[in-house]
């Protein structure tokens, strides 16, 4: 309870992690879902990661793109399989490290705007 406190009102920033799958949306404010692996000293970290912006989703890759993800705690939960826990990132900012090309670069700042509004 202690860490969730801490963390209710944190932004969670990931930087260069690879998606591993993406999935409808279990959180019925979202369409998609993308799920990414980070690790940490105590063992992997499943991320849920959340975004309304659908046409960014659409250009990743499983198992391929990387990507920088910004966005609001929402909750953490653990289940008995090898992950040390897993966490959800809400209103997620999404930054494709692997398909940018400069030209691309202020469409997505404009999509970002508009993700946001």
Same mark, same amino acid.
């Given at each position: 309870m202690i860490l969730k406190n801490e963390l209710s009102q944190k932004v969670?920033?990931?930087k260069d992690i690879t998606v591993k799958d993406i999935v409808n949306s279990p959180n019925v404010d979202y369409n998609f879902c993308i799920i990414a692996d980070v690790p940490s000293k105590?063992?992997?970290?499943e991320c849920f990661i959340f975004s309304k912006n659908t046409k960014k989703i659409a250009?990743?890759?499983k198992q391929a793109s990387k990507i920088n993800v910004e966005g609001n705690f929402g909750r953490y939960f653990s289940m008995l399989d090898s992950y040390y826990t897993k966490?959800?990132?809400l209103n997620?900012?999404?930054t494709i490290l692997d398909q940018e090309a400069p030209?691309? /670069?202020s469409k997505e700042k *404009? /999509?970002?705007l508009e993700? *946001?509004?």
């Open positions: 969670i920033e990931l105590k063992g992997n970290i250009r990743l890759n966490i959800e990132i997620a900012s999404i030209a691309e /670069e *404009k /999509e970002d993700e *946001k509004n």
